[in-house]
């Protein structure tokens, strides 16, 4: 109960016009803890109450009636033909992502864990506009971008792994192990 009084609690995610994907699967995990996606989801229709309704037809029609509003599945729908885009739209957004992705460097000043956190994100935006991107993409970048300091931690694990199935859990944990 205490959760379910969070909940309800809680505002729903605001769309400023930016992200929109991130902000879909946001705004689709709080309607659907409410208990409302169906409405966005589907187009059903109210049936009209029936003859003698009891108490749980008028609560059951009330509550649909509530919850269906034709104007949610119109807007949701909008936001999505008008920001989401087509393929061409979403692959421009992808080619824009992996360019920038590949001018990345390592700051001196930058840690690990900041580093790859906006791989991370670029990886992230990537997959929500339904491409995929592999982490070792991400490793390969890692090796020839991150400063000479880390010379000595890449060559250990050149010697000591293969490469092209290190995982990139494990090669952020050994360089940041370096860093530390």
Not at 64 to 76: L, M, N, P, W, Y
């Amino acid at each position: 109960m205490e959760a379910e009084s969070s909940l309800s609690s809680m505002a729903p995610p605001v769309f400023n016009g930016d992200n929109y994907q991130i902000w879909a699967v946001r705004m689709k995990t709080y309607l659907d803890a409410m208990d409302m996606w169906e409405v966005v989801e589907e187009d059903y229709e109210i049936t009209p109450l029936p003859e003698n309704p009891t108490m749980a037809h008028i609560k059951n029609h009330k509550d649909k009636k509530t919850r269906k509003s034709k104007s949610a599945k119109d807007i949701c729908d909008y936001l999505k033909s008008e920001y989401e885009g087509d393929e061409r739209i979403r692959g421009m957004q992808v080619l824009n992502l992996i360019r920038y992705f590949e001018i990345q460097k390592m700051k001196e000043t930058e840690t690990i864990k900041d580093y790859s956190e906006r791989f991370l994100n670029i990886e992230n935006r990537v997959r929500l506009l339904g491409s995929m991107f592999n982490d070792s993409r991400i490793v390969e970048k890692i090796l020839v971008t991150v400063p000479k300091r880390f010379k000595a931690t890449i060559t250990t694990l050149e010697n000591t792994k293969d490469m092209s199935k290190i995982t990139l859990a494990e090669f952020l944990n050994a360089l940041q192990a370096q860093e530390q």
